[in-house]
């Protein structure tokens, strides 16, 4: 996929829109894609360009993933996250079973859904790791045994998911927000005047995001407008 390219991770995840919709991105799917992604809070923020070259640019991160603590997840990530949701000025990093790039490893999709990557494509990566600020922490994944960066020897330090993983993560990722949908449905008029008047539309209210969508109070929620 990446051929002999390769990348500098974004240390800002270049995830956050200005406004609510755009070209490429509508209001919904900004609330409920991106607005729950951990962002870099930090104000005044200075590029060391000379940090990008690339010797120091690896060592930088070869050092950061030597001493990171690692996590292994005991339960399903999108349902407990062993990692702090403050800050407490620490390196976590997260070893997958992700032997190559191909677009079918379940691991990164798993690990990305759950902990706020992008969770769409592979291409953020340098040699099969992801980085990014993690409420004030630094996150690594990193695809084991093929990336140069997986430093573990121990197989209980992958993260294999399930099949019925996935699914639940495709279902129910940890950082989605609630959002509520409008469906409108016009039904059988009874007089003419009321479809005149456009009184012959029921309005259901849907909470999604939740674990199992449901709407607002357990049932249809009807109006008419």
Do not use: W
Not at 211 to 219: M, S
């Amino acid at each position: 996929m990446m051929g002999s390219r390769n990348i500098l991770i974004p240390e800002i995840p270049r995830t956050k829109h200005v406004g609510g919709g755009g070209v490429h991105v509508t209001g919904l799917e900004q609330a409920l894609y991106y607005n729950k992604r951990p962002l870099n809070a930090v104000a005044n923020i200075t590029l060391d360009v000379k940090a990008a070259e690339e010797v120091r640019y690896l060592k930088t991160h070869t050092d950061a993933i030597h001493s990171a603590e690692v996590v292994r997840f005991q339960s399903h990530p999108c349902q407990v996250v062993p990692i702090p949701k403050h800050q407490v000025n620490r390196t976590f990093v997260v070893y997958l079973d992700q032997p190559d790039e191909g677009e079918n490893s379940s691991a990164y999709y798993v690990a990305a859904r759950c902990l706020g990557f992008n969770d769409r494509d592979l291409h953020e990566n340098l040699m099969l790791m992801y980085t990014a600020p993690f409420y004030g922490n630094q996150l690594y994944l990193v695809g084991c045994p093929s990336s140069p960066f997986c430093f573990t020897r121990d197989p209980e330090d992958l993260y294999r998911p399930s099949h019925d993983d996935v699914i639940y993560a495709n279902k129910y990722p940890f950082i989605k927000g609630v959002i509520v949908r409008q469906y409108a449905l016009r039904v059988e008029p009874l007089s003419f005047e009321e479809q005149v008047n456009l009184d012959n539309i029921n309005v259901y209210m849907v909470l999604e995001g939740t674990h199992g969508e449901k709407d607002a109070n357990d049932g249809a929620t009807t109006k008419n407008v």
